[in-house]
């Protein structure tokens, strides 16, 4: 293993902003795992951690085929995680937004540069990445229905769902997106939680990159042998449920239940007297792939989204 | 008229709703024409507070002048103004990164949608922006190259220092202004002064901009003062960024709109813990200077001017 710093930045009372990266192996360029870019991104953070241990292990013990580089930053962005603020801690700017970077631009776009300088040339690129609304994912992997991905890689994660996500003109300026410009092929791995740490979903995407690598003939890695296959489907297909009123938001399912047409999902509580405003339906048979966390909700608000 | 644009009721005993003033003629409107004044899209820009108020003054002192159809929007982001906040609060979104937004979609998607419904149509839209709360800018009109041909003619009228003609950029598709300029609606977009401040002078210069573009219009008879001719500029090697070589603390050295000659000093990045001065900020051309930092702490690259070259505004 070689600890090497990516990118520094020179705070004036701070000290340095060091992106830091692990190398494993020797040789091409072959993967490349990228944890938080935000900072309050601790599961993703969690998850490299588990992973730079697993390597340390699999190089340790000679796991890992000669002729293959593997990079993992944990950490684009420790200045906003060390202050719990989710963008960059001066201009509230948010370096998944400023990809492919510019050297001689502002501080995210140079820090944007200076990962992507290091990252851009791997033939795979995994980022742990969060959602913009507070909630809990059923684990999967996604990836841009234009680019350089393929749902026949993505089933090596042996993750339990693939999810196709139709391009927008905000994802242009994303890590994922400019990765695949630069002719890598990218995927965005989602586990249960964003600001808490899930163990077992960490270890289920830590597995899931074994799987992946070993499929690839990267690590050697023994699996229980049973492949399970992965449900794939596009962003579009799944079934947002609404709320219609603003209150607090009383789940009665967990991410992962089945749920019969007409299940009871959730209540919508008046903050002021208990009564409950509104109550949520499952419209159709599926599992809840998706759910608000937050204790109040908004109206209008998609708080479950089901497959 | 204060009518609401769109309303949504907030979890804990609060409606939050987007409210805009009609000004118009007594009796029948019809065929009139309609310029819509925004602001406030980013919580922490203030200077169109002032531009919308003094525009409604101005009118109701003469209003038999009045020949058409006035709809001022002071608070596109009334959560965001009221906690000085750049986004919409809660949400840590950039409301100005969601449009046309989507009337099926989230509360910050529905005022998006609600907000769009409600200007488009309008014969001429002003969207008034303050930079952030780092730079001060030049009053000034910023066009996408897209939508150059129809915009710029309007934008000369508008009694702005400077017009600039910017690149398309994708990630810029769902802004406010691309989002009615792409469907019809013209929508000049002016940035000026500073955010969390009001500069009156920038503010009255450009509510008379706004009077003149209602002359040319139909909607105004009364007299207008004269406005000036601006600065155009159409390509993008006419602009130098001044970026922070290092962090520390910008001194400027020279004032806002200042022509300077290549290696004048703009200002000096120090260190107060240890007295050192970290970096001198030059100007690497013959120009002015139309945007300053005017937040002083700086990061390697940190945005701490920009200059237009002399050529531009020299010929």
């Known amino acids: ?99 492919p970077g510019y050297d001689l631009g502002e501080t995210t776009q140079r820090i944007a540069d200076g990962v992507f300088q290091a990252i851009k040339d791997y033939k795979y690129g995994i980022q742990f990445t969060s959602f913009y609304m507070p909630g809990e994912f059923i684990p999967h992997v996604r990836m841009m229905d234009e680019g350089y991905s393929t749902v026949e890689d993505a089933l090596k ?39 808490t740490i ?12 074994m799987k992946f690598l070993s499929a690839l003939g990267i690590v050697k890695y023994q699996s229980s042998g049973r492949v399970q296959q992965s449900i794939v489907f596009d962003d579009t297909e799944l079934v947002s449920v609404r709320t219609a009123k603003s209150g607090i938001f009383e789940p009665l399912v967990k991410v992962g239940d089945e749920v019969g047409e007409g299940t009871p999902l959730a209540n919508i509580v008046n903050p002021y007297d208990g009564e409950i405003m509104e109550t949520l339906y499952a419209p159709l048979e599926s599992k809840v792939f998706f759910m608000h966390t937050d204790p109040l909700t908004y109206a209008n608000t998609a708080v479950f989204k089901l497959i | 008229m204060i009518k609401t644009v769109a309303s949504v009721a907030l979890p804990v005993d609060e409606v939050l709703a987007i409210k805009k003033r009609r000004i118009c003629p007594e009796g029948k409107t ?13 919580g922490d820009e203030l200077e169109g507070q002032y531009v919308c108020y003094e525009v409604g003054r101005r009118i109701e002192a003469q209003m038999d002048k009045l020949k058409g159809i006035v709809d001022i929007y002071p608070a596109m982001n009334p959560l965001g103004i009221d906690s000085i906040t750049r986004g919409i609060p809660a949400f840590d979104l950039d409301m100005n990164r969601l449009f046309p937004g989507n009337i099926e979609g989230n509360m910050t998607e529905y005022l998006a949608a609600e907000i ?160 050192q001065v970290l970096e001198s900020v030059t100007s690497p051309v013959d120009g002015i200077l139309f945007t300053i930092r005017d937040y002083p702490i700086v990061d390697e690259g940190s945005l701490v001017g920009r200059l237009l070259r002399k050529e531009v505004y020299e010929g």
């Open chain 1, 1 to 99: 293993m070689k600890k090497k710093i990516v990118y520094e930045l020179k705070g004036l009372y701070r000290d340095s902003l060091r992106v830091t990266g692990y190398e494993f192996g020797k040789g091409k360029k072959s993967i490349c795992i990228v944890g938080t870019m935000r900072g309050n991104e601790v599961q993703q953070l969690y998850c490299c951690s588990q992973l730079v241990k697993k390597f340390k292990q699999l190089e340790e013990e000679g796991r890992i085929t000669s002729g293959h580089k593997i990079l993992i930053i944990p950490s684009c962005n420790p200045y906003s995680i060390n202050i719990q603020k989710r963008f960059w801690p001066i201009d509230n700017t948010d370096i998944n937004r400023m990809f």
């Open chain 1, 157 to 195: 994660f042996e993750m339990p769902y693939v999810v196709r996500r139709k391009v927008r003109p905000y994802d242009t300026a994303t890590l994922n997106y400019n990765w695949q410009v630069w002719e890598t092929q990218a995927f965005s791995f989602y586990t249960t939680s964003t600001t």
């Open chain 1, 198 to 209: 899930d163990r077992r979903s960490a270890g289920q995407s830590v597995l899931s990159i």
């Open chain 2, 30 to 42: 019809k065929g009139m024409k309609r310029i819509s004044v925004v602001t406030g899209i980013h």
């Open chain 2, 116 to 275: 769009m419904k409600d200007v488009s149509g309008s014969d001429l839209v002003v969207d008034i922006h303050a930079s952030n709360i780092y730079l001060t800018e030049i009053p000034q009109i910023r066009i996408n190259e897209l939508h150059e041909d129809f915009l710029v003619p309007v934008a000369k009228q508008a009694n702005v220092d400077f017009v600039w003609v910017h690149g398309a950029s994708t990630v810029l598709e769902s802004t406010f202004a691309y989002s009615l300029n792409s469907t019809g609606t013209p929508c000049l977009v002016v940035e000026m002064g500073v955010g969390m401040r009001i500069t009156k002078a920038y503010g009255d210069q450009m509510v008379d901009g706004i009077f003149n573009m209602m002359k040319e219009m139909g909607i105004w008879e009364g007299d207008v003062n004269p406005v000036r001719e601006p600065i155009i500029s159409k390509d993008w090697q006419d602009v130098s960024y001044l970026n922070a070589s290092v962090g520390g603390l910008f001194v400027p050295h020279v004032n806002h709109w200042v022509k300077l000659k290549e290696g004048d000093l703009i200002g000096e990045i120090i260190n107060p813990l240890t007295g």
